[in-house]
């Protein structure tokens, strides 16, 4: 009989312990908050664009999500995988490059919010200054249809091209009217541009190639875009792109909310120093 009692009491003892144990890991908040965050995949280019989502990752956990950042480091990669489904939106490009994607792949993406806007600069290579550039030297601007045009637009303003008439942003090189100089202007991958510069005399780099070589378009570029342009802040915003049909998904409305918070705005501002500018 003693030993009956003995067995159960030691039964008892053992039932209770695996319920208390149970019961500690469903009250742990940090276990039930890691497991139900909802994922969210996007796509960016390293700078600036997944430095500022790793301050709105911070942000969405709050709301419950998992924001995964998924880098990339050229400009067609990323919306291939958003249109395949891949990854749940992305965040590297401007409006008016987008819309010529979405024409040259067949593709339905579509932005969500506008979030900044990166100065394209003229960059000093073998020539110091725009004031030393000699006949005939060799200037690098991007090889993407939307971002050659907006290079020779700057190079035009600076007095060194003159293009067709009201060519505005369909400009190519074969839309070059004067060339007094008689520049070579060479058509290199964006991703390339700031590693082409110990190579050409100046090159036109896009706002976060540049960042990405250590490059600030306030303090390095000897030339700049004029901000105010409309043209400028109507096609050049840099925004979160997402699939077409989910625009009204929560989790998406979620991360464009936070893009456009107060916290981002601020780590743009402090950050960047002029080379990222909020458009909100």
Do not use: W
């Amino acid at each position: 009989m003693k030993k009956v009692l003995l067995f159960l009491l030691v039964a008892l003892l053992a039932l209770s312990l695996f319920t208390a144990c149970g019961s500690g890991e469903t009250e742990d908040p940090a276990g039930d908050s890691g497991a139900e965050l909802q994922k969210i995949v996007v796509g960016a280019t390293p700078a600036p664009h997944a430095e500022i989502l790793a301050v709105v990752k911070e942000l969405l956990v709050e709301e419950g999500y998992d924001l995964v950042i998924q880098e990339f480091v050229d400009y067609v990669q990323p919306n291939l995988a958003l249109d395949s489904g891949d990854i749940d939106a992305n965040y590297f490009q401007h409006r008016l490059y987008l819309d010529q994607f979405n024409v040259e792949n067949e593709t339905e993406l579509t932005a969500l919010v506008d979030v900044h806007y990166e100065p394209f600069g003229i960059y000093a290579g073998k020539t110091a200054s725009l004031d030393d550039l000699a006949d005939g030297a060799q200037i690098a601007v991007p090889n993407d249809t939307t971002n050659e045009a907006r290079a020779l637009l700057l190079l035009e303003a600076q007095g060194f091209i003159t293009l067709k008439e009201n060519i505005g942003l369909e400009a190519t090189i074969n839309d070059i009217t004067e060339n007094p100089k008689n520049l070579k202007i060479l058509e290199i991958e964006a991703a390339q541009l700031a590693r082409s510069l110990a190579d050409v005399d100046l090159a036109v780099i896009n706002g976060n190639y540049a960042m990405d070589a250590g490059l600030n378009v306030g303090t390095d570029a000897l030339a700049i875009e004029d901000a105010s342009s409309p043209t400028i802040m109507t096609y050049y915003s840099n925004v979160l792109a997402v699939k077409v049909g989910t625009e009204d998904r929560e989790d998406l409305k979620a991360l464009g909310a936070a893009l456009l918070s107060p916290e981002v705005k601020s780590f743009i501002e402090t950050t960047y120093e002029g080379a990222v500018v909020p458009m909100f």
